[in-house]
C-alpha cells in the first residue's frame, strides 16, 4: 500500500555525484582529462607471480596481460606503453585482493555520518583487530535510515606495513599506483588507501582551471545581479527627473487652480450680493408703478430688506394685494390700524413689507 506520508530522505551529495557521472559522457575526453576526470583506469592486481593489467575506458575493459616483477616484466611495460600511448594519461589504480585488505560492514549512529573518518577511526580497536595507527583505511557511507537513526557504512583496511612493502616492491620496477583500493562491488576509484607519501604531485592545471572557472561563475552572478540595479538606476534617476518636472508643473497648475477658485468664490459673492441686495432705483420705481393714482406717500422707511410707507389713498386695504403682487416685494401687511382722514376724506395707512431683489425673481417684472 502506498503511504503518501512516508517521508522523502534524498541524498544530495550521492544525487549530484551520481548525475555528474552520468553527463561526464558529454564532456569530450580531452576536456574531461585537462580538469583531471578522466575515466581511464590502468587496473593492477598483484599476485604471487607479479601483476595483472585491465585497462578500463568509456569503451569498456581491456586485458593486457601479465608483468613479472623483473627485468622482463619492466620491458614488456615500457613495448605496453608505446603501443598504447593513452596509457600515459590513464590513472593507475591497485587492486588489493581479498588476502591483502579486509573489507567490513558497520552499523554506526546516525550521528557519525558528519564526520565518518574520526568516528571510525576513534572505533578502529573495537571494530577490527587492529589500532588506527596500524591500517591504511577508508570508509564509505552506503544506506541511511532515520527511521532506526542508524547508517550503514562499508570500510575497507589494510595492514600499513603490507601496503609500504607492496608500493615500494612496485616502485622498484616502475609501478605507481595513484590509487588504491581494494576489489569488490565498488566503483573504481571509490576508495582511496594510497599513502600520502606514495602521492604524486598533483597537476595544478585543474585547480587552476576550476579556480578561472568558479572565478568567471562569481563575476557572471556579481554582473547579472548588478546589471540589472545599475539599468534600474539609471531609470530611476530618468524618472526622478520626469517626476521633478512632473511635480513642477502640477503645482503651477495647483497654483492656478487655487486663483481660479479665488476668482470663482469673488464672482459667486458678488453675484450673491447681487441677486441678495434688491437696487434701490429698482425698488422705487416698481412702487411708483404700482401705487395707484390718488394715494400719496408721506413716509418711506427702509432697513434691512424691510419697507415702510405712510400715506393716505382712496382705499387703502386694496394696496395690499397691488404691493403682493408685484416681485420686488412679499409678506406685505399694515403696521397699524386704518385711520379715515376727515379733511380729504382719503385713508391713512401705514404698510410693510420685504423688498426683495425683483429682477431675479421667479414672478416676471411687468414692463408697461
Known sequence: ????????????????????????????????????????????????????????????????????????????????????????EAKVLLRLTPGQAMRKTLKLPLAAEENLSRVVAFEMDRLTPFKSDQVYYAARQLERSPATRQITVELILTPRNKLDALLEELAVWGWRPNIVDMAGDSPLGAYDLLPEKYRSPRNPWPYRINLALAALIVLLV????????????????????????????????????????????????????????????????????????????????????????????????????????????????FVSPVTKDTASGLERFQIASEVVNGRFSEKPASSE
Not at 503511504?3 to 544525487?15: C, E, G, Q, S, Y
Not at 611495460?77 to 603501443?83: A, M
Not at 404700482?290 to 406717500?297: E, F, G, I, N, R
Not at 418711506?300 to 403682487?325: N, T
Open 1 to 88: 500500500m502506498l503511504k503518501l506520508d512516508t517521508p522523502i530522505n534524498l541524498d544530495v551529495a550521492r544525487f549530484l555525484h551520481w548525475w555528474r557521472g552520468e553527463l561526464s559522457f558529454l564532456v569530450p575526453a580531452r576536456l574531461r582529462k585537462l580538469l583531471g576526470k578522466a575515466s581511464e583506469y590502468l587496473v593492477l592486481t598483484k599476485d604471487d607471480d607479479g601483476l595483472n593489467a585491465v585497462y578500463h575506458d568509456d569503451e569498456g575493459i581491456r586485458p593486457l596481460g601479465h608483468f613479472t616483477l623483473d627485468d622482463g616484466g619492466s620491458r614488456k611495460r615500457e613495448r605496453l606503453l608505446e603501443s598504447m600511448p593513452t596509457l600515459t
Open 222 to 333: 556579481i554582473v547579472l545581479g548588478v546589471l540589472p540595479i545599475w539599468s534600474n538606476r539609471s531609470l530611476a534617476l530618468d524618472l526622478e527627473q520626469e517626476v521633478k518636472k512632473a511635480s513642477k508643473t502640477a503645482k503651477e497648475v495647483e497654483s492656478l487652480r487655487h486663483e481660479m477658485e479665488d476668482l470663482v468664490h469673488q464672482t459667486r459673492f458678488l453675484q450673491q450680493r447681487k441677486r441678495a441686495e434688491p437696487a434701490m432705483v429698482d425698488m422705487l420705481q416698481e412702487l411708483t408703478d404700482v401705487m395707484p393714482d390718488q394715494t400719496w406717500l408721506n413716509g418711506l422707511q427702509y432697513r434691512d430688506h424691510r419697507l415702510v410707507i405712510q400715506g393716505q389713498s382712496p382705499s387703502a386695504s386694496a394696496l395690499i394685494e397691488l404691493i403682493e403682487a408685484s416681485p420686488f416685494f412679499q409678506n406685505t401687511s
